[in-house]
Nanobody
Framework: RAQLAESGGGSVKAGGSLILSCAVP????????MGWFRQAPGKEREGVAM????????YYADSAKGRFTISQDNAKNTLYLQINNPKPEDAAVYFC???????????????????WGRGTQVTISS
């Protein structure tokens, strides 16, 4: 059962900007490790970014570096993913995921995350 809730997806023009949000269940807090994944049609789910919420250390996929920013708002218990200058290949369903402990080298391994959202669709228009 999904325990995280993504929002903010939709259609965005190539070269524009979009911010995705991920809320944790009421009464809960952001986990130590919070990540964003995406899955495009016909492709496997892939890690996009991860943040260690305790120290704000971040990791990014090569495809995301320089254009995506993962961040957190502890007061709102919310995780964000800002996508700048989106490209057609960024179109996918974006998922947030949470874990209590992940080795940095495995940040993009979806099997290491315990909690997931249902995803939010992002489409890119020209």
């Amino acid at each position: 059962r999904a325990q995280l809730a993504e929002s903010g997806g939709g259609s965005v023009k190539a070269g524009g900007s979009l911010i995705l949000s991920c809320a944790v269940p009421r009464g809960s807090y952001l986990s130590s490790c919070m990540g964003w994944f995406r899955q495009a049609p016909g492709k496997e789910r892939e890690g996009v970014a991860m943040i260690y919420t305790g120290r704000s250390t971040t990791y990014y996929a090569d495809s995301a570096k320089g254009r995506f920013t993962i961040s957190q708002d502890n007061a709102k218990n919310t995780l964000y993913l800002q996508i700048n200058n989106p490209k057609p290949e960024d179109a996918a369903v974006y998922f947030c995921a949470a874990a209590w402990r992940i080795n940095g080298g495995r940040w993009s391994s979806e099997n290491d995350y315990k909690y997931w959202g249902r995803g939010t669709q992002v489409t890119i228009s020209s």
